[in-house]
């Protein structure tokens, strides 16, 4: 069965949106709190996690019974999905196939030759080839996002990175050498940003946003902030004793920055994100 989510246009009066934003609010508190009990409960089942949290949840923020029963569903069948994929060997998890960038470097060299010979038959080949070097790394994002999906229930929530204008501020001479400005020009992130939207809307899932700001050069396990401790591309190491690969620790401390905005310090132990490994 798809479950889609449809928006249609709502006009509601200033007292209505107040209701509205803090209902939306203490729900996401009831979540937040069903999720640290479901977290920690030991042959977890909806039976147990109401009787720890519905009387307290009740009195501390007065939602109204059809809601609190709610969060507790969709925080129990995030717990139980999270021990399933831990079960699985899927917790850091990277998508995407290296072989990818293999074939897509093979075909920018065809690019350069057919551009550096000029003529009209290598232009019309060009054409094609350009063409191809689409269609190629669209399936690839769409091939991604899928893999993403797959791994979520509905209700649960993706957290992506703000990108926008990055290729402005991260492509710069100043601030990025010239393989990595080109590497910037090529990055597909909007359309991949956008295939793992439609599939969320497909799956009944929520995408939400958190600012980039230095979680490629923050320490995922003290916090610490430091340029030099991205060694490379993909290796980062910090003096606490953490080295690990360089996406992964940034998809760690982006976990952390939404569950941190949305009143959630602790939270899940943070050794599940997902990693697109592909640009």
């Known amino acids: 069965m798809i479950t889609r989510t449809v928006v249609f246009p709502m006009s509601p009066t200033e007292n209505q949106k107040d209701s509205l934003l803090q209902t939306s609010n203490l729900y996401t508190q009831a979540y937040t709190f069903c999720l640290e009990v479901a977290w920690n409960t030991k042959n977890l089942s909806a039976v147990k996690v109401h009787q720890e949290t519905y009387k307290k949840l009740k009195i501390s923020l007065g939602l109204k019974s059809q809601y609190l029963c709610s969060a507790r569903n969709r925080a129990v069948e995030t717990v139980k999905a999270m021990r399933g994929l831990e079960k699985k060997g ?4 990277f998508l995407g196939d290296p072989r990818w960038k293999e074939q897509e470097r093979k075909v920018l060299f065809h690019i350069s030759r057919l551009q550096s010979k000029g003529t009209k038959s290598a232009k019309r080949t060009l054409k094609k080839v350009s063409g191809r070097l689409r269609r190629f790394k669209k399936d690839c994002d769409y091939v991604v996002a899928k893999g993403l999906i797959s791994s979520f229930l509905p209700g649960d929530t993706i957290v992506l990175e ?7 501020r991260c492509g710069q001479k100043r601030n990025a050498g010239k393989k990595h400005r080109i590497k910037m020009g090529r990055w597909s992130f909007k359309r991949l940003e956008n295939a793992i939207k439609n599939y969320a809307e497909l799956g009944g899932i929520y995408i939400e946003y958190v600012e980039p700001h230095y979680t490629s050069q923050m320490c995922s396990k003290c916090g610490v902030i430091l340029k030099s401790n991205r060694k490379s591309q993909s290796c980062y190491s910090c003096s606490c004793g953490l080295k690990l690969n360089a996406d992964l620790n ?17 939270g ?8 697109a490994d592909y640009n």
């Open 250 to 266: 940034a998809s760690r401390n982006i976990s952390t920055k939404w569950r941190i905005a949305n009143g959630n310090a602790l």
């Open 90 to 93: 899927k917790n850091n998890r």
């Open 268 to 275: 899940l132990s943070v050794n599940q994100p997902i990693v």
């Open 162 to 168: 703000k990108l926008t204008n990055i290729k402005q």
